[in-house]
């Protein structure tokens, strides 16, 4: 008997003990409406199998979308900021590591005001316009989602038309009035008599490229053939494409510039009411592409790859660091005078699990490496000595207010900008590497507000602030008298996904053109970063006009379906852009900037690396791309260090010898 009592009084206990590891954490409710202006505590519990309480577990709260719904972290305290659903993330640190999700609705405030926007001075009778309405509730967020009605006092002299147009139909005064249920808006016009009678319509150019902005030059005149300066013109466009398999298509805007996505033969329209004109350009081919060659590989397989840096050092040889994502702190230094024969050459490793970024100051002299999941929560920045960089030296470690990991760093004249919790940015002196030490920092005051990326060009930071867009910062260059102890934000620039990670400033020479390219970072369909599936990312390119800093518009774009971009570099006019799961692209951005680029032709090549030894086989996921030295470098999560070439435009009409 007694065999058989152990045997059973064992099963028992192991139960018992598989019951208590069976653990899982419920939240208070996974659905929850608030209101704006409203606080709530928001609870979260550990239990067993048995539904019992587990003690001494921590929880953190993180909310999808802090600048609408502010979660405080340690606590749960919830505070509704703005109308909508958002999704806050519930994680109970520890052995094993449990999460949940809770969805919070928060109710809109009731309408509180409609409101015309600017219309021109001088409305004509024959000329259509469109209306902006200004929907705000009592709580100031505007609503632009709520229907608004709309209704002229004389629809014989003015006429309301779908989507908030009118069309002025002959001389008078009327009043429209705009309503959301019982709150009104009204806008007193007055029509004037149509003077237009002919319109003198230029282009700039007659024939170009796809992807080449044609710039209309429209002079409305009266009867008496006098120049109405203030005319109201419109623009508008046909075409028939040189292919018959491909619609013709393109992008004319309401300053009249036009560029055609398609090789083809548009016309060009200008009118004011009966007066109209037009002119007839040719689109050809851009006929751009080249190919492109894959050199060499630096394979790191074993772990997930980050960032890296591409320099020339103090010798005249040419080496890479590379960081390591989610793995033991390491840092990989490499020889890539040969790209076809890159050679790891030393590492460094530091208490992290990431070294997310990487990067070498100006005189190739120093290496500064981000730490992130360090074991003593003392993250910072580590300064490597990388004079010779097959003995990789550290110099010393920083992490006085960077806290909760550093995920990017940048080094400019001396100083290391460096993020900390992901909120804000550091300005530290390493004049002397041996003791770094903080001089300025630069936070915005915007609720939830975040950080993902800042670098510096000429003087001034381009801080990716994900909802709060792109801040440009002088931190030197003397735009708006700022230092690095005394960072001073004087443009900036957001976008409704509020998915901004990454910048970079280009100024075209020949156009004398100001853009900053912004990046989006988004994972609709999840990202496995400790398993082994292959990733799939989104987001694209935005390309913002900042020639006139006070009204920075975004007018073009760089997609690549089904997939994500993440980090970019420009040399010259040439963009090299990493998009995750599609490899690198790389973009022409030559002349004036305006629309899809990709289907305007204007990309030069592209290459994913695919690597069956990969830490995930043939599972491509680029982090970023570099130009040195006429080769093209670029990292890849899975699969480490590569590069390419690009070849040799070949001349048109090159003659092909055949044996």
């Not at 609870?43 to 609408?68: L, T």
């Not at 038309?161 to 009043?175: D, N, S």
């Not at 982090?623 to 899975?638: L, R, V």
């Amino acid at each position: 008997m007694k065999k058989f009592i152990l045997p059973f009084i064992a099963l028992l206990l192991s139960a018992g003990f598989l019951q208590a590891q069976k653990l899982s954490l419920k939240v208070g409710s996974e659905n929850v409406s608030m209101k704006i202006g409203q606080s709530m505590q928001l609870e979260a519990v550990v239990v067993d199998a048995a539904g019992k309480k587990v003690a001494d577990r921590d929880f953190i709260f993180y909310s999808r979308n802090q600048r609408a719904l502010s979660v405080v972290d340690s606590t749960g305290m919830a505070t509704a900021i703005r109308h909508g659903e958002y999704g806050v993330v519930v994680i109970s640190p520890g052995e094993p590591m449990l999460r949940a999700n809770i969805i919070i609705n928060i109710a809109p405030a009731p309408i509180a005001k409609v409101a015309f926007g600017p219309i021109p001075d001088k409305i004509y009778a024959g000329v259509n316009v469109p209306l902006t309405l200004i929907v705000t509730d009592e709580a100031g967020f505007e609503r632009p989602e709520v229907a608004v009605s709309l209704k002229s006092s004389d629809e014989s002299k003015v006429a309301v038309a779908p989507f908030y147009k009118i069309i002025p139909r002959e001389k008078g005064k009327v009043t429209l009035t705009a309503s959301v249920g019982g709150v009104q808006g009204k806008l007193d016009v007055n029509v004037l008599e149509n003077p237009i009678a002919k319109i003198d319509l230029k282009a700039d150019m007659t024939e170009g490229r796809s992807g080449d902005v044609f710039t209309l030059t429209a002079v409305a005149m009266d009867k008496s053939g006098n120049v109405v300066k203030d005319a109201p013109i419109n623009y508008s466009f046909i075409g028939e494409s040189y292919d018959v398999s491909a619609a013709p298509s393109g992008l004319m805007t309401k300053e009249g510039k036009f560029v055609a996505d398609q090789p083809g033969l548009y016309v060009l329209n200008a009118t004011c009411g009966p007066a109209a004109a037009s002119v007839t350009v040719s689109a050809n081919n851009r006929n751009i592409s080249r190919k492109i060659d894959l050199v060499g590989q630096g394979s790191v397989n074993n772990k997930h790859t980050s960032d890296f840096w591409i320099w020339e050092g103090v010798d005249g040889k040419d080496y890479a660091v590379t960081g390591t994502w989610g793995a033991d702190g390491t840092a990989y230094f490499w020889d890539v005078t040969d790209p076809a024969g890159m050679v790891l050459i030393d590492s460094v490793k530091v208490d992290a699990r990431t070294v997310n970024d990487v990067k070498i100051s100006e005189d190739g002299k120093i290496c500064v490496i981000s730490r992130e999941g360090a074991s003593n929560r003392k993250n910072g920045l580590v300064i490597i000595d990388v004079t010779n960089p097959r003995d990789a030296k550290v110099i010393s470690e920083f992490s006085e207010n960077l806290t909760g990991g550093v995920h990017n760093v940048f080094i400019y004249k001396k100083h290391v900008y460096a993020l900390s919790a992901g909120r804000k940015y550091y300005s530290i002196n390493i004049e002397d590497p041996t003791k770094p030490r903080i001089v300025g920092e630069f936070e915005l005051d915007t609720p939830g507000h975040s950080i993902h990326d800042v670098w510096v060009h000429d003087g001034i930071a381009y801080s990716s602030n994900w909802d709060d867009g792109v801040q440009l910062v002088d931190v030197g260059n003397g735009i708006a008298g700022g230092s690095p102890s005394n960072p001073v934000q004087f443009a900036s620039y957001a976008y409704p996904s509020g998915s901004n990670h990454a910048a970079f400033p280009y100024k075209d020479e020949k156009t004398g053109k100001f853009y900053v390219i912004l990046g989006d970072e988004e994972f609709p369909y999840g990202l496995d970063p400790d398993g082994r599936k292959p990733g799939r990312a989104a987001g694209f390119l935005h390309i913002i006009d900042f020639t006139d800093l006070k009204n920075p518009k975004e007018v073009a774009w760089f997609q690549v379906p089904f997939a994500g971009s993440h980090n970019f570099w420009i040399e010259g006019d040439v963009l090299y852009a990493a998009f995750y799961n599609a490899g690198v692209r790389v973009v022409d951005l030559s002349g004036e900037l305006l629309g899809d680029l990709n289907r305007q032709g204007r990309e030069i090549a592209w290459i994913v690396p695919e690597d069956p030894d990969g830490y995930v086989a043939n599972a491509p996921f680029t982090w970023g791309a570099q130009p040195h030295k006429g080769h093209i470098f670029y990292s890849d999560w899975n699969s480490g260090l590569w590069s390419a070439k690009l070849r040799p435009v070949e001349p048109e009409n090159t003659k092909i010898q055949t044996k």
